[in-house]
C-alpha cells in the first residue's frame, strides 16, 4: 500500500512540474490557415506542454498593420507571435525580437539563404520562414509542343515565342489569343513584375540594401522599354489594368500562351471550370541579359517574435516550430504552399502533390527582394511613387529615362522618411 501511495504522489508530483512549467503564448494567424495553426498548436502542445492560442488576423492582411502597429507602441504583452508579410518585416524590425541565438544556427541553415536574408535586418534575425511565394511563369505546354518550341530562356524569347504562337492560334481561328498576361495595373502588383524586369535585366531594385537609389540607369531603362513594347502586340491594352486575378482568368480561360503569377496558380489552374487543365507548364521567369538571374520578385511570410514578450524563449521554439521542416510539409500537402526548405523539394509526397517543384527550385533561390529592408515604414510611399512611375511609362504618359531620373530624386527624399 505503501509503494502504491508513493507511486501515486510521485505521477501527481510529476503532473504538478509538467503543469507548473507549461506556458501558454498568444499567436497571430492569417484565416486562412487557422485550421493549420491550430493543429500546428496541437502537435507543439504535445511535445513541449506548453500552449499557443490562436488569433485569426483580419481577412485583409494588411488590415492588421494598424492593429500591430497599436500593439507595439504600447509595448503589449498580449502578443507574442507575429505572421508577417515579408515587406512588413523593415516596418516592425525594431519591435521585434533577434531570433539569431533562440533559433538553432542548423535550423536557420535549412531555410533558402535568399527568404532568410531577407529577414536580417539591421545585424538581427528579425523572423523566419513560414512559406515561399515568389514569381514564376505559367505556360501552355500544349501549344509549345505544337509549335515545337522550348520554353523561354530569355525575355526576347518568350515575347518572340509568344508573339509567334499567338498569331498561329489566330489564323487558327482563336481570335482571342495573345502571347502574353501580366500585371501592370498601378499597384503593389506592378512594382513586384517591374523589378523582376529590372533586376533580371542587370538593373537593380530601385534601393540598394545600403541605401543607395540605384533604379536610374540604362538597364533599368531597356527592361520598361521592352515592356511598354509588349503592350498592344502580345499584351491587351487591357494589362494596364490587370491584377493577378485578371491576368489569371485570361491564362485559365485558355487565351494566353504564357502568365506570370504566383504559385498559386498551378493549384487554381487545375480545378474544375478551367480550360487548361493538365497544359500547363511552370519555368522561373526569363532573364533579360545572359549572365542574370531569373529574379522572381520574393513574397514569402515569417513568423516573429514581439520584442515586448513576457515568454521571449518559449515563443521563439514556437517559431522554430511552426517554420521547421514537418510543419512546412503539413501545409504543402494540405494547401499546396511551397515550403521554405530545399530538402523538401526532393520529398515524394510533396512532388505528388506539387510536382513543378523539382524543376523550380533554382527560381526560388534567385529571388529579387523589394527594398522594404532599408525604407522600413517608407516602404510603403516608396514602392507607390515607383509603381505610378512606371504604370506612366508603360502607358505612354511619360517618358523612360526623364521620367527614371525624376523618380530617383523623389526616392532619395522618400527613403529617409523612415
Known amino acids: 500500500m505503501f509503494k502504491k501511495s ?42 513541449t506542454g506548453n500552449e499557443a492560442k ?30 508577417l508579410d515579408v515587406i512588413w518585416l523593415g516596418m516592425f524590425k525594431s519591435n521585434l525580437l533577434d531570433l539569431k541565438t533562440l533559433i538553432p544556427q542548423a535550423d536557420q541553415d535549412k531555410h533558402f539563404a535568399s527568404t532568410l536574408n531577407a529577414a536580417k535586418l539591421g545585424g538581427n534575425l528579425v523572423a523566419m520562414p513560414a512559406y515561399m511565394d515568389v514569381g514564376l511563369m505559367f ?7 505544337k509549335y515545337g518550341k522550348q520554353p523561354p530562356k530569355t525575355w526576347d524569347e518568350l515575347a518572340a515565342t509568344a508573339k ?23 499597384y503593389e502588383g506592378l512594382t513586384c513584375d517591374a523589378i523582376e524586369l529590372i533586376a533580371s535585366n542587370g538593373g537593380g531594385t530601385i534601393i540598394s540594401d545600403d541605401g543607395k537609389v540605384t533604379i536610374d540607369n540604362p538597364q533599368a531603362a531597356e527592361a520598361i522599354g521592352k515592356a511598354k513594347g509588349w503592350i498592344g502586340s502580345i499584351s491587351p491594352d487591357g494589362v494596364l489594368n490587370y491584377d493577378e486575378e485578371a491576368s489569371r482568368a485570361i491564362f485559365e480561360s485558355g487565351n494566353a500562351v504564357f502568365h506570370r503569377n504566383w504559385p498559386y496558380v498551378w493549384g487554381t489552374s487545375h480545378q474544375a471550370g478551367s480550360a487548361i487543365i493538365d497544359k500547363v507548364g511552370v519555368m522561373p521567369l526569363p532573364v533579360g541579359k545572359d549572365g542574370q ?103 505612354g504618359g511619360a517618358d523612360i529615362k526623364p521620367g527614371l531620373t525624376s523618380l530617383a530624386g523623389r526616392l532619395e527624399k522618400l527613403k529617409e522618411s523612415r
Open 6 to 47: 508513493l507511486a501515486a504522489l510521485s505521477l501527481c508530483a510529476g503532473l504538478w512540474t509538467v503543469s507548473a512549467h507549461a506556458e501558454t503564448i498568444s499567436v497571430f494567424c492569417a484565416p486562412t490557415e487557422f485550421e493549420l495553426c491550430t493543429n500546428v498548436a496541437n502537435a507543439w502542445k504535445e511535445k
Open 54 to 83: 490562436i488569433n485569426k488576423m483580419p481577412a485583409l492582411l494588411d488590415d492588421a498593420i494598424p492593429l500591430y502597429q497599436q500593439l507595439l507602441a504600447a509595448k503589449s504583452t498580449d502578443v507574442d507571435v507575429l505572421f
Open 139 to 145: 505556360y501552355r505546354k500544349d501549344l509549345l509542343e
Open 164 to 186: 509567334e504562337i499567338q498569331d498561329k492560334e489566330r489564323a487558327a481561328g482563336h481570335p482571342d489569343m495573345w502571347g502574353y498576361a501580366w500585371q501592370a495595373k498601378s
Open 293 to 395: 538571374k531569373s529574379s522572381g520578385c520574393l513574397g514569402p511570410m515569417y513568423y516573429g517574435v514581439s520584442k515586448y514578450s513576457a515568454k521571449p524563449k518559449v515563443a521563439a521554439d514556437f517559431v522554430n516550430f511552426i517554420t521547421g521542416p514537418d510543419m512546412q510539409k503539413m501545409r504543402a500537402l494540405k494547401d499546396a504552399v511551397n515550403p521554405s526548405i530545399p530538402a523538401l523539394y526532393s520529398d515524394p509526397e510533396i512532388l505528388a502533390k506539387i510536382p513543378f517543384l523539382k524543376d523550380n527550385q533554382q527560381a526560388f533561390a534567385d529571388s529579387a527582394v523589394r527594398p522594404s529592408g532599408y525604407t522600413g515604414t517608407s516602404y510603403n510611399r516608396v514602392s507607390q511613387a515607383f509603381y505610378r512611375t512606371v504604370h506612366d511609362m508603360l502607358s
